[in-house]
């Protein structure tokens, strides 16, 4: 009997990434995927997209726990990612994780937590 993980692995072989968005499946690929290969995805795609989506669910798990984890405190009036201290039109977002207390810029906030997922994803050793 053929598992999720079995075709995961044939599309891999054949050179095509399988991502899943939302109820859908996006295949990354080169050259075009074989027909057979193509045909089995639909067959399993319920079952794909629920590994899938599981799989996801999974690794942001582990990344906030990283994160959470590694969380260092910043001097108070001071940004953890710019280093800067405050501006009069961006304010900071406060951040808390147990008894550490940090600061970022409302317009560094989206940049510091792409540093900090990546920073995980190395150490995880979790494809992006």
Same mark, same amino acid.
């Given at each position: 009997? *053929? &598992?999720?993980?079995?075709?995961?692995?044939? +599309?891999? #072989?054949?050179?095509?990434?399988?991502?899943?968005? @939302?109820?859908?499946?996006?295949?990354?690929?080169?050259?075009?995927?074989?027909?057979?290969?193509?045909?089995?995805?639909?067959?399993?795609?319920?079952?794909?997209?629920?590994?899938?989506?599981?799989?996801?669910?999974?690794?942001?798990?582990? *990344? &906030?726990?990283?994160?959470?984890?590694?969380? +260092?405190? #910043?001097?108070?009036?001071?940004?953890?990612?710019? @280093?800067?201290?405050?501006?009069?039109?961006?304010?900071?977002?406060?951040?808390?994780?147990?008894?550490?207390?940090?600061?970022?810029?409302?317009?560094?906030?989206?940049?510091?937590?792409?540093?900090?997922?990546?920073?995980?994803?190395?150490?995880?050793?979790?494809?992006?």
């Amino acid at each position: 009997m *053929i &598992t999720v993980d079995d075709v995961l692995r044939i +599309a891999k #072989s054949a050179g095509v990434t399988v991502l899943v968005e @939302g109820c859908n499946l996006v295949l990354e690929h080169d050259d075009d995927p074989p027909a057979n290969l193509v045909a089995m995805l639909r067959r399993f795609k319920p079952e794909l997209v629920n590994a899938l989506l599981m799989r996801q669910a999974d690794q942001r798990s582990l *990344i &906030t726990q990283w994160i959470n984890d590694h969380f +260092a405190s #910043s001097p108070t009036g001071v940004c953890a990612h710019c @280093g800067e201290g405050p501006r009069p039109d961006d304010p900071f977002v406060l951040l808390f994780v147990g008894n550490d207390r940090g600061e970022v810029h409302g317009s560094c906030h989206a940049a510091w937590i792409a540093e900090r997922e990546s920073e995980a994803r190395r150490a995880l050793r979790i494809d992006p």
